[in-house]
C-alpha cells in the first residue's frame, strides 16, 4: 500500500506505529520488507553494476541514506521487545559491512 514512497518515509511510518500505536508487529513487519528490499536492490547494482540494472543511480542514494535507519529502527524495537535472536543477526550483518563501527560492536555486546 506504499507504493512509491521512500524507504525513508516507510522508516519513519514504522516508527510511528511502533511508539504512537503501539504496534510492534506492523513496525517489524514494514522494517523487515525495507531490510529485504534493500539487500535485494544491493544483490542487483553488485551483480549487474548500476549502468546495467533497473535502478537509478538517485534510487540507489534513497536506500543507502535509509539503510542505517532501517538497521538501528529494527534492533531497537527487536531490542524493546525482548527479541534479542534476531537483534543481534542484523547487528552481526551490520557489522560485517561496517567493521570499524564501535558502537555496533558495543551494543553486540551488550545483546
Not at 6 to 15: R, T
Not at 60 to 83: R, T
Request: charged share 30%; glycine share 4%; hydrophobic share 35%.
Amino acid at each position: 500500500a506504499m507504493e512509491g514512497v521512500s524507504p525513508s518515509n516507510k522508516v519513519e511510518y514504522a516508527n510511528v506505529y511502533y511508539r504512537e500505536l503501539d504496534n510492534s508487529k506492523t513496525a517489524i513487519n514494514i522494517l523487515k520488507e525495507l531490510y529485504k528490499e534493500y539487500i535485494d536492490t544491493e544483490k542487483i547494482i553488485n551483480d549487474k553494476n548500476i549502468l546495467g540494472s533497473s535502478i537509478s543511480g538517485n534510487s540507489w542514494k534513497k536506500w543507502q541514506k535509509a539503510f542505517p535507519d532501517i538497521v538501528s529502527s529494527l534492533i531497537y524495537i527487536y531490542e524493546e521487545e525482548g527479541n534479542k535472536k534476531d537483534a543481534k543477526v542484523i547487528l552481526k550483518d551490520w557489522i560485517s559491512r561496517f567493521p570499524d563501527d564501535d558502537n555496533a560492536k558495543n551494543l553486540m555486546n551488550n545483546l
